[in-house]
């Protein structure tokens, strides 16, 4: 509804109203009074990197993120660096260790560069830690305050898949330009190549994809808003399945995958020997102009995965996308797949890892009207992503 938008730091800071949330995540009218423990919208994706420097120089460069706060040494902070960066409503905060004995290290030495904690913005933090404690949930942090001269912040935690936990967050009272303890940054203007969070996927391990669908649902009243079983997401030699929770306004959505019985080692089975277990796969970042940023991006140096360019001769697929924005022509030259659904069609690429571990990578997702995750592309994509993995000769 209007009022969970207006309630939202990411918003704000972004001048985004709810129609454009909406056409660019898909998010719906939800009235949050019922929730036991509602969910307004993301607060942060905060990371852990093994440079945390060079980390925030890369996205601000390729990825137009505009730096707005910082903290480290030079405030104080010993242990560690850690750089906020905004793009309409999506936060990134980069943190790396600079203490040798920071635990940021002996996290980064375990994952490699990823993330740790996906913030969420609540309107009540001890409600919804009552509520998590309730229904069985691990409490990693309890409710307290830390304050400044810029007001007072409301925090919890809760631990999630892996190592992966939910900070959450009620920064109602609170008008500085992340958390206590950290200095506001004036960055030069960049073109915002995205402007929200679409999605976080995680992977878990075989046979955990169900419990930690049904840990959302009990703990934070998540429902269930898709799924792709059996040869949804399959290829002759590998296979995943995937199931989606969101909060009740479905502005946070979190798609989970597991690994399938194949012929040969999945992307998932990729990623969780190299991340050393469960954790966030692929980030979707929302924009209203999609080639744009995928040119910026490109030029910037970021690589996408290739498209096979029978994907875009093929009738049936002509049949069924129909018009879209932009001619084929253009799609295919920069390899941007297409889907429709019943309720419109999207736009989408992926990038190869940005990482030296094959492990995280990017979703850009232009929406017109589709709520969906572009079904049709899964194989596809799951064919050129089977390519990455030969190439690596992890396949």
């Known amino acids: 509804m209007h009022i969970e938008q207006t309630r939202s730091p990411g918003?704000?800071?972004?001048?985004?109203?709810?129609?454009?949330?909406?056409?660019?995540?898909?998010?719906?009218?939800?009235?949050?009074?019922?929730?036991?423990?509602?969910?307004?919208?993301?607060?942060?994706?905060?990371?852990?990197?093994?440079?945390?420097?060079?980390?925030?120089?890369?996205?601000?460069?390729?990825?137009?993120?505009?730096?707005?706060?910082?903290?480290?040494?030079?405030?104080?902070?010993?242990?560690?660096?850690?750089?906020?960066?905004?793009?309409?409503?999506?936060?990134?905060?980069?943190?790396?260790?600079?203490?040798?004995?920071?635990?940021?290290?002996?996290?980064?030495?375990?994952?490699?560069?990823?993330?740790?904690?996906?913030?969420?913005?609540?309107?009540?933090?001890?409600?919804?830690?009552?509520?998590?404690?309730?229904?069985?949930?691990?409490?990693?942090?309890?409710?307290?305050?830390?304050?400044?001269?810029?007001?007072?912040?409301?925090?919890a935690a809760l631990a999630a898949y892996g190592d992966t936990w939910h900070t959450l967050v009620d920064r109602s009272r609170y008008r500085g330009p992340y958390l206590p303890g950290f200095v506001a940054c004036t960055d030069a203007r960049r073109p915002r190549l995205f402007q929200a969070l679409d999605h976080v996927v995680g992977n878990v391990a075989l046979g955990q994809m169900d419990r930690w669908v049904e840990f959302y649902n009990r703990v934070m009243g998540f429902t269930n808003m898709a799924e792709f079983i059996g040869d949804d997401i399959a290829t002759e030699y590998s296979a995943l399945m995937s199931k989606v929770v969101a909060n009740g306004n479905h502005q946070v959505k979190f798609p989970l995958n597991e690994p399938a019985l194949g012929k040969k080692r999945s992307q998932i089975d990729e990623y969780l020997q190299f991340h050393d277990g469960p954790g966030v796969q692929h980030l979707a970042l929302a924009t209203g102009d999609i080639l744009g940023s995928v040119d910026a991006m490109r030029a910037a140096g970021v690589e996408f995965l290739d498209t096979p360019a029978s994907y875009y001769t093929d009738p049936a697929l002509r049949a069924r996308i129909g018009e879209v924005r932009a001619p084929i022509e253009e799609l295919a030259s920069r390899g941007i797949l297409v889907d429709r659904d019943e309720d419109g069609y999207l736009l989408q690429i992926f990038t190869r890892p940005l990482g030296d571990r094959p492990t995280v990578f990017f979703e850009l997702i232009e929406r017109h009207g589709s709520l969906g995750f572009g079904k049709g592309n899964f194989q596809a994509l799951f064919e050129a992503i089977e390519r990455e993995q030969e190439r690596r000769g992890n396949f």
């Open 11 to 155: 918003g704000r800071f972004a001048h985004l109203d709810h129609d454009q949330l909406r056409r660019l995540v898909g998010m719906v009218e939800h009235d949050p009074a019922g929730d036991p423990f509602p969910v307004t919208g993301w607060d942060a994706v905060v990371w852990v990197v093994g440079n945390a420097t060079q980390a925030a120089h890369f996205y601000r460069t390729a990825f137009g993120m505009e730096l707005v706060a910082y903290s480290g040494p030079e405030t104080g902070n010993r242990d560690h660096k850690a750089f906020v960066l905004q793009s309409g409503a999506v936060r990134f905060v980069l943190t790396g260790g600079v203490d040798p004995a920071s635990p940021l290290l002996d996290r980064h030495r375990r994952h490699g560069d990823g993330i740790a904690d996906i913030a969420l913005e609540v309107p009540d933090v001890d409600r919804a830690v009552a509520h998590a404690r309730a229904t069985g949930a691990t409490i990693l942090d309890e409710p307290h305050d830390v304050a400044d001269a810029h007001g007072t912040v409301r925090l």
